[in-house]
Nanobody
Framework: QVQLVESGGGLVQAGGSLRLSCAAS????????MGWFRQAPGKEREFVAA????????YYADSVKGRFTISRGNAKNTVYLQMNSLKPEDTAVYYC??????????????WGQGTQVTVSS
């Protein structure tokens, strides 16, 4: 079992930055791939970024490529999402997820409760 808790969301002006964190419980965190997803009101949950268990491979949605960076600190059981040059369309609830396999789809086994990110224009 893996339990995930996101933090770091908030209100920011367009062009600003936020860093989301996802703290994971469990001694096997380093063996899991991690992903970030987001869901805006009235829209489906969408993939944002993913990182392999070693951190050696990363994937990004086209909409965030060049602006967002996913990273992980296995010693701290934490995965991060650094978000720069934020746009109003980035407004959503952001979720982290964990799975044994590196995925860009929503088929992750474990999910956090989400953290709200609001970008004002």
């Amino acid at each position: 079992q893996v339990q995930l808790v996101e933090s770091g969301g908030g209100l920011v002006q367009a062009g600003g930055s936020l860093r989301l964190s996802c703290a994971a419980s469990g001694r096997t965190f380093s063996s899991y791939a991690m992903g970030w997803f987001r869901q805006a009101p009235g829209k489906e949950r969408e993939f944002v970024a993913a990182i392999s268990w070693s951190g050696g491979r990363t994937y990004y949605a086209d909409s965030v490529k060049g602006r967002f960076t996913i990273s992980r600190g296995n010693a701290k059981n934490t995965v991060y999402l650094q978000m720069n040059s934020l746009k109003p369309e980035d407004t959503a609830v952001y979720y982290c997820a964990a799975d044994r396999l590196l995925r860009v789809g929503p088929e992750y086994d474990y999910w956090g409760q989400g953290t709200q990110v609001t970008v004002s224009s």
